[in-house]
């Protein structure tokens, strides 16, 4: 015990000694150790390619874009009105020289009807026409001339302008014949003498519907005045075309969308009465006209800048106008005119027709051989002379 007490006393004074000898000695610096890393060889790794897999890749759908639009321009609705004519056939059923001093054996209502039975079948909506002297009447033969009405509601007329030689009638024949029209019978310058306060015999204007587009008409015949008037009955008084015209059309007061003037007069005026070139120049409202009377091969002339169609007479010729209109606002306008005139010379009589107006045939020539003699066939020798 007393020996351990000694060993820890002397271990406790080496300690303090030890202690002291350390402060006197220079202070000793150890250099810092520096830290060495080794390097490492870099290790080359393989690449390694993996197998591609197959991949379905879908086909592409192109995106069409449409184009804008393009704004829609709507047209104006358009339609086509035909109109055909007659005029002066004078009677004439066959093509038949009724008369010695007559013409030759051509024309006639056979040859018309085989005209307009294949117009009809090109325009079904077609307005047929006559431009007066239908019949064969005559002022020196005392009985009534053989009727035409038959003839022209077969053949489906629409309308029927008075001329000179239905004027010759009595008035209470007229009228009975005329009753028997299923068309419209017109003439805007004809009074009964007797009575002209009560107005015009026969309306002076008709109005037709034609696919919804209205065409009116309206027309006069040709003054009897000087050598005309004793071929007359006393009956009627006829007056001037162009006021009478001009009267017309402003009753009608626009209620149409075609105008057409129906005449029968001469090409101009003569003795102071208007021609239908003064009329047509003179009555603005007027798209064009028809007329008869002149008995011309060629007749397409104008007035005004406006077709004015004639015929020939004896049904030589027919005539038909294509009208071309057009809606603009709402209300149907002329664009065109395109004007024909056809000879029926080269087409053949409607063989049902000569058939089943036999009997009206053989009627007229009795009506001719009742009354044409002596002096009679020297006033048609010189008609072209003396009436123009």
């Keep these: 015990m007393k020996n351990l007490k000694r060993i ?17 000695k220079e202070e000793i610096i ?16 393989p690449e390694v390619v993996l197998p591609e897999e197959e991949v379905e890749v879908e086909e592409e759908i192109p995106i069409i874009v449409p184009e804008p639009a393009k704004p829609v321009i709507k047209e104006n609705p358009k339609k086509e009105i035909v109109i055909l004519a007659t005029a002066d056939v004078h009677g004439r059923i066959y093509p038949h020289k009724y008369k010695e001093f007559d013409r030759d054996d051509i024309g006639g209502f ?26 064969f009447y005559e002022p020196f033969v005392k009985t009534n001339s053989p009727s035409i009405i038959p003839i022209l509601n077969e053949l489906d007329y629409d309308l029927f302008l008075m ?23 017109i003439v805007n310058n004809v009074y009964l003498a007797k009575d002209e306060e009560a107005g015009v015999i026969l309306p002076g204007s008709a109005v037709f519907e034609v696919d919804g587009i209205k065409v009116a008409f309206t027309g006069s ?5 000087g050598i005309r008037k004793i071929l ?79 015929n020939n007479a004896y049904g030589i010729t027919a005539s038909y106008a294509k009208i071309q ?29 000569l058939q089943r107006y036999r009997g009206l045939h053989q009627e007229t020539i009795e009506y001719v051989d009742s009354g044409f003699s002596g002096w009679e066939k020297v006033y048609h020798k010189l008609h072209n002379y003396i009436i123009p």
């Design 8 to 24: 820890f006393i002397l271990m406790l004074v080496l300690s303090v000694i030890g202690c002291s000898n350390i402060q006197e």
């Design 30 to 45: 150890t250099p810092p150790i520096k830290e060495v890393i080794e390097e490492k060889p870099e290790i080359e790794v």
């Design 110 to 135: 056979a040859k018309v009807s085989t005209f307009v039975k294949e117009m009809r079948k090109k325009y079904p909506d077609l307005l047929l026409i006559d431009m007066g002297d239908a019949y």
């Design 163 to 185: 001329g000179n030689h239905e004027l010759y009638m009595s008035s209470a024949y007229l009228k009975e014949e005329v009753a028997k029209f299923n068309g419209k019978a």
């Design 221 to 225: 015949s040709i003054p009897q005045k």
């Design 232 to 310: 007359l009955s006393y009956e009627y008084n006829i007056s001037d075309a162009l006021p009478e015209t001009e009267k017309s059309v402003k009753e009608l007061g626009g209620n149409y969308d075609l105008l057409v003037g129906t005449f029968h007069l001469n090409k101009f005026g003569q003795g102071g009465d208007s021609g239908v070139v003064e009329v047509m120049e003179a009555v603005d409202e007027f798209h064009f006209a028809f007329n008869g009377h002149e008995h011309v091969d060629e007749g397409d002339w104008t007035a005004n800048g406006k077709h004015i169609i004639a």
């Design 325 to 353: 209109m057009e809606q603009i606002d709402g209300k149907w306008t002329v664009m065109s005119i395109e004007p024909h005139i056809v000879s029926l010379n080269d087409v053949e009589s409607d063989k049902e027709f």
